[in-house]
């Protein structure tokens, strides 16, 4: 039944707010979104290996381990698409207990540092810093076992301050094949003044740290683990990264990374922390920050829209939209040339 036409007037004059005025036209829309992605918030993560061509990772179609050519060209590819940068995994050819590839001069990752450069040397090149692909174990450290064992700390507990030692070697070691940006991810107490320390004392006072400062024990890093082969041969990763339910332990995590001179923070996995992101941004305006869509969150997707249940394109978007939204500038994302692509059209 209609209303009467006096009533209709009345709840018409009480309404003096009218939001939907403002979303009447694709026009009106456009003009004032609030957040606007674009490919230069994107940094697109590379599996660099050895030999030739590509192979697809099965839990991460649309992502290929690279031989060093193949990553010089995706690199191009990115580049074209306006993505300013890339992140560096590295596969190498053997494995051992500290991962001795990881500070090789010609490690896999110190060769697509320097072919990257030479062939685009506008492109910025970061590289992850961490054990965990090099050591035979698949752990981010040096283990207490064998003749590192001190006695008193559990067996096989990642060594923090023995680690440091390392993974300053290695930051040294990209930065003299040329990195722009070292980005250490192994969530070890005294990580970033290791690294600034190494850097500095070797000539590269002005190389960025990008600390994964905030990185949680996720079950979203799996497809990687596949993608990277850097899957722990036994036990987990708990004794070094965060519980996920935890929140002030991440702001503890992120000052003491901005104490120690990190020179942006970053925040992993992204879609089940997006308030964790928006905390980090608020305590620290100061430091560009990161958001890391991370393996499971790219490999959800894929599987979804495979299945034609989602648009993929569309679901990227928004959900790559809800990180900016939250506070990331920048965002580590496998969608990263897809995603420009999308934008463009
Ligand atoms: C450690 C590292 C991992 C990821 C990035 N750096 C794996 C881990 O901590 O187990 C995961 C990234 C992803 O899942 O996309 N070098």
Redesign the pocket.
Known sequence: MLMEKENTRTTAAALTERPRRLRATPALRAMLRETELNARDFIY?MFVRHGQGKNEISSMPGVFQLSVDEAVREAESALKLGVPAVIL?GLPAAKDPIGLENFAEHGIVQQAILAIKKEIPEMVVIT??????YTDHGH?GILNTGAHYHAGLPEGYVLNDETLEVLAKVAVSHAQAGADIVAP???LDGMVAALRGALDASGYEHLPVLS?AV?Y??A??????E??G???KFGD?KSH?MDPANLREALREAALDVQQGADMLMV??ALAYLDVIRAVKEAFPQLPLAA???????AMIKAAAANGWIDEAKVTLETLTGMKRAGADLI?T?HALDAARWLKA
Do not use: I
């Open positions: 993560p995994f992850d810093v961490c054990l965990c692909e981010c991810s192994g969530m994964y990185k024990a996720s979203f890093y799996g497809p990687f683990r993608a990277a850097g899957a722990p990763r990264q992993k996995p890391y869509n991370v393996s499971g969150e790219y580590l496998y």
